[in-house]
């Protein structure tokens, strides 16, 4: 196993101290394990999110574990960090607790400290779920914009289980607007996606999607 460096920094500064009398170092190592503190809790959190889906019951651990997550990347000022726990804190209160109204402002925080800080990734997340929120307030335009930006910095990305789950919400929008074709064709495209890229559960909401747009 891969002893992560922050270990051995903390290691080094450690045996520096103790050996050499030198502790020059302590303050960055204990810096480092703060900010591998912040690594794992959000890690922790994100395999809480899974169990929720596979059990459907809260764990509260799950939303302390991304709040710690989120103020010690605020104390170390790693907006990058911050911005992806901001996320999962909007998560857990949209998806969890069915909370839009806390959800957005967190998701629309998490957004801007990704921009700032270049990572696509958690922009496309944010963008999703702010995307999820406008389609289930009946702001369609909105939604597909949201989604449509997701998918760009998805696809920029290679993330294309993400870009095919994308997709499905764009198929059902696509649906409700009475564009049966276009969301049949869109689904295929997501079918393709899903299955290239070993995305099961997207693949049968991929199917959940097409009984219901063949039925309409």
Not at 114 to 128: E, M, P
Not at 134 to 150: I, K
Request: charge should be negative; glycine fraction near 8%; hydrophobic fraction near 45%.
């Amino acid at each position: 196993m891969t002893v992560d460096h922050r270990l051995d920094q903390a290691r080094i500064a450690y045996e520096k101290g103790t050996f050499a009398g030198d502790v020059g170092d302590l303050a960055a190592a204990e810096r480092a394990l703060d900010s591998l503190e912040a690594d794992t809790a959000l890690a922790r959190g994100r395999l809480l999110n899974v169990r929720f889906f596979a059990d459907q019951v809260e764990d509260p651990r799950e939303m302390e574990l991304f709040e710690q997550a989120a103020a010690r990347y605020a104390a170390l000022g790693d907006q990058r960090g911050e911005g992806e726990a901001l996320f999962w804190i909007g998560i857990v209160h949209q998806v969890v607790r069915d909370d839009r109204a806390a959800a957005v402002p967190l998701f629309e925080r998490s957004l801007e400290l990704a921009r700032a800080t270049g990572d696509k990734l958690t922009q496309s997340y944010a963008l999703r779920h702010l995307g999820v929120v406008a389609h289930a307030q009946g702001r369609v335009a909105e939604a597909r914009e949201f989604l449509e930006q997701s998918s760009a910095l998805r696809r920029e990305l290679g993330f294309l289980s993400g870009v095919a789950a994308n997709m499905v919400g764009l198929a059902y929008l696509a649906l409700g607007d009475g564009r049966r074709d276009d969301a049949l064709s869109i689904l295929d495209d997501a079918e393709t996606l899903a299955r290239d890229s070993g995305a099961d559960a997207i693949a049968r909401q991929v199917t959940e999607a097409r009984t219901a747009a063949t039925a309409s």
